[in-house]
């Protein structure tokens, strides 16, 4: 089986195109099909790990950098929901040769979330074999951010047009923007239910303290329509990166595709 090869495409309006960096393994399916978080690139080490896992079963596997991130070009306090939805929904329309395992990582599983919604709306839910998703940050430009900022972080916003969040992740802080905050209400998933038309497989740690668990339990009650299990992993934290992270992560994938493959 050979390996996945580095491809770029362009994605966006002609007056603002977007180079999309991609890494498509050909395989059976269903694939595999990898959204990471704000901030993470398709080198990380869930991303990674899961690409090894496809290659040793000979599986299909696509993953991406958003704009603004890895290897693709652009700024990241530039980017959007909007940006990063649309990347994602080109790079699966382009890639994702028949039904596909999404696996979204904290604002990929808010961006999972919103590409199963376009696709049903496309009238494509059968393109989705499940979904895996990890520490899910649904809403967050809202739930996470706005709404957990003190008055001092609000003020940056709205008198200079971004914030500077310190991170655990690096020495730098993240620029978030004001177009990132208002652009994202236009995607919030809010407080009605929504129907995936998969299974859905939530992984949450509960010493997460950037996606508190109870956000992961929320979303749960929105996806009463469809066969949703939640996994609180009780010393996990955001990253569930660790060897046993990840072996539940593939394990969770294994489950998604053999349900898939079973006979009707």
């Given amino acids: 089986m050979s390996g996945a090869g580095l491809e770029r495409i362009a994605v966006g309006r002609p007056s603002r195109p977007r180079d999309i960096a991609v890494l498509a393994r ?3 399916v269903p694939g595999l099909f990898w959204l990471g978080g704000l901030k993470s690139d398709m080198a990380g080490t869930k991303a990674e790990a899961l690409d090894r896992w496809a290659g040793e079963t000979g599986r299909a596997s696509t993953r991406f950098d958003y704009s603004g991130h890895g290897c693709s070009a652009g700024r990241f306090e530039e980017g959007t929901i909007s940006d990063w939805l649309e990347e994602a929904e080109a790079v699966f329309d382009r890639f994702a040769q028949g039904p596909q395992v999404v696996v979204g990582s904290s604002m990929g599983g808010w961006l ?3 590409l ?3 696709l049903k709306a496309r009238g494509e839910s059968r393109r989705l074999a499940g979904m895996v998703l990890i520490a899910p940050a649904f809403d967050m430009t809202q739930a996470l951010m706005w709404d957990a900022w003190d008055e001092a972080a609000r003020r940056d916003l709205v ?3 971004s914030h500077a969040q310190p991170s655990d992740y690096s020495d730098e802080p993240y620029i978030l923007t004001r177009a990132l905050i208002e ?3 236009r995607h919030l998933i809010g407080e009605a239910p929504m129907e995936t038309g998969c299974p859905v497989h939530v992984i949450q740690g509960m010493q997460d303290n950037d996606v508190p668990w109870r956000h992961a339990a929320a979303l749960m009650e929105k996806l009463a329509h469809d066969d949703a299990v939640l996994t609180l992993v009780r010393d996990g ?5 660790r060897p046993a992270d990840i072996e539940r992560l593939i394990r969770a994938v294994e489950a998604m595709i053999a349900e898939a493959e079973a006979p009707a």
């Fill in 183 to 185: 652009d994202g209400k």
């Fill in 112 to 114: 999972a979330l919103l």
């Fill in 116 to 118: 199963a919604r376009r």
């Fill in 26 to 28: 050909p395989g059976r």
């Fill in 159 to 161: 008198e200079k047009g």
């Fill in 237 to 241: 934290d955001h990253r569930l990166s």
